[in-house]
């Protein structure tokens, strides 16, 4: 991709920070990917709001939060990306239902819920993504999902409009949330029409010290069963109905497969961790080896769950 004019935002008063060819390996979890045209970080909500309504009605945009589900390929992004992680940051009481904005990461949700006297919320401590992208993936673990908890999300629109929608509005299953009338919220496009900035969920009432040792628990079980050490993005195929994608791969040998610097990994055959500066090329040719390989042994066609962007290198 052709690197890179910075589109003009002719000055109007934004108070975010705006940076061009931005190595979007320094944004993802996989530590891998090319480099994107633009990055703005809104200061908050207010000046979000006001990028969206400045913003030229072409310029190609995607909201990311931690990127600990995205591949972005090594050709990179065209346009804009918007950057919740650090920006839209505020969490409270509002009433009984606990309110946060997108860029809230679950770890700290988690410790916010438990911290007042809540239950229910434990799961997204093990999630290391942001509220925004919990959303749009509908992530989940152990049994919970987001979307159960959620009573309103806050979003904005491509053009800077706020609206308040329900949970009635969107078709929402396993790792999967849309509008229901077919308009694309997760983003996975570039282009989308609307991005989360906040949500108000509803959670048990308990007691905060066992709230607290839930997440423990849990952190303590997922270091055990998960490469954490090294650089990946969580589950990289959809579970089949019935079975699970990593029992599949691990049954026809897959684990430790390597390419580039992606390899299988040893400890937890769904994840493809990072073991030598693997490029976005490196991981999606393992993925794709992975895929036949199960299909030719099991006809199974895995799915994937990481979300792929961006422009292959020519
Ligand atoms: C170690 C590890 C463990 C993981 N475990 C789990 C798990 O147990 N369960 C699970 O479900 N996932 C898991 N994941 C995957 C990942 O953490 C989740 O999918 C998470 O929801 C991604 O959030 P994010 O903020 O990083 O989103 P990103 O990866 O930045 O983006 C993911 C998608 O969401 C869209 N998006 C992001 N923010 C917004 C927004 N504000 N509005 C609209 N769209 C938006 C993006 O455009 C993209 O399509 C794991 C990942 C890792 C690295």
């Given at each position: 991709?052709?690197?890179?004019?910075?589109?003009?935002?002719?000055?109007?008063?934004?108070?975010?920070?705006?940076?061009?060819?931005?190595?979007?390996?320094?944004?993802?979890?996989?530590?891998?990917?090319?480099?994107?045209?633009?990055?703005?970080?809104?200061?908050?909500?207010?000046?979000?709001?006001?990028?969206?309504?400045?913003?030229?009605?072409?310029?190609?945009?995607?909201?990311?939060?931690?990127?600990?589900?995205?591949?972005?390929?090594?050709?990179?992004?065209?346009?804009?990306?918007?950057?919740?992680?650090?920006?839209?940051?505020?969490?409270?009481?509002?009433?009984?239902?606990?309110?946060?904005?997108?860029?809230?990461?679950?770890?700290?949700?988690?410790?916010?819920?438990?911290?007042?006297?809540?239950?229910?919320?434990?799961?997204?401590?093990?999630?290391p993504?942001?509220?925004?992208?919990?959303?749009?993936?509908?992530?989940?673990?152990?049994?919970?999902?987001?979307?159960?908890?959620?009573?309103?999300?806050?979003?904005?629109?491509?053009?800077?409009?706020?609206?308040?929608?329900?949970?009635?509005?969107?078709?929402?299953?396993?790792?999967?949330?849309?509008?229901?009338?077919?308009?694309?919220?997760?983003?996975?496009?570039?282009?989308?029409?609307?991005?989360?900035?906040?949500?108000?969920?509803?959670?048990?009432?308990?007691?905060?010290?066992?709230?607290?040792?839930?997440?423990?628990?849990?952190?303590?079980?997922r270091s055990?069963?998960q490469p954490l050490h090294l650089?990946n993005?969580?589950?990289?195929?959809?579970?089949?109905?019935?079975?699970?994608?990593?029992?599949?791969?691990?049954?026809?040998?897959?684990?430790?497969?390597?390419?580039?610097?992606?390899?299988?990994?040893?400890k937890?055959?769904?994840f493809?961790?990072?073991?030598?500066?693997?490029?976005?090329?490196?991981?999606?040719?393992?993925?794709?080896?992975?895929?036949?390989?199960?299909?030719?042994?099991?006809?199974?066609?895995?799915?994937?769950?990481?979300?792929?962007?961006?422009?292959?290198?020519?």
């Amino acid at each position: 991709m052709k690197m890179s004019e910075p589109t003009q935002f002719t000055d109007q008063g934004l108070r975010g920070e705006l940076r061009h060819d931005v190595d979007m390996s320094r944004h993802t979890s996989w530590r891998a990917g090319g480099i994107a045209q633009h990055m703005y970080r809104p200061a908050d909500l207010a000046d979000l709001q006001h990028f969206l309504k400045v913003l030229p009605a072409d310029e190609e945009l995607i909201a990311i939060g931690l990127g600990s589900n995205l591949l972005i390929r090594d050709g990179g992004l065209h346009g804009t990306v918007l950057l919740m992680h650090g920006a839209l940051n505020e969490m409270y009481m509002d009433g009984e239902l606990l309110y946060a904005q997108a860029g809230v990461p679950g770890a700290k949700l988690a410790r916010f819920a438990a911290a007042n006297d809540l239950h229910g919320a434990g799961f997204f401590a093990g999630i290391p993504g942001t509220l925004g992208g919990m959303l749009a993936m509908n992530a989940g673990c152990y049994g919970s999902e987001t979307w159960d908890k959620v009573v309103r999300v806050q979003v904005l629109t491509r053009s800077g409009e706020m609206q308040m929608r329900t949970p009635q509005d969107y078709q929402v299953s396993y790792r999967h949330a849309s509008r229901v009338q077919g308009l694309v919220c997760g983003n996975d496009e570039l282009g989308a029409q609307e991005f989360f900035v906040g949500a108000w969920l509803r959670l048990d009432q308990g007691e905060s010290e066992s709230a607290k040792q839930d997440i423990k628990a849990l952190l303590e079980k997922r270091s055990a069963s998960q490469p954490l050490h090294l650089p990946n993005a969580g589950s990289v195929f959809r579970n089949p109905e019935g079975d699970h994608a990593a029992r599949l791969i691990e049954s026809c040998g897959l684990k430790g497969l390597r390419i580039g610097g992606a390899q299988v990994s040893q400890k937890h055959a769904n994840f493809i961790v990072n073991i030598a500066n693997a490029s976005a090329t490196d991981i999606e040719s393992l993925m794709a080896k992975v895929r036949e390989t199960v299909a030719e042994k099991t006809g199974v066609k895995l799915q994937p769950e990481v979300k792929i962007i961006g422009e292959k290198l020519a």
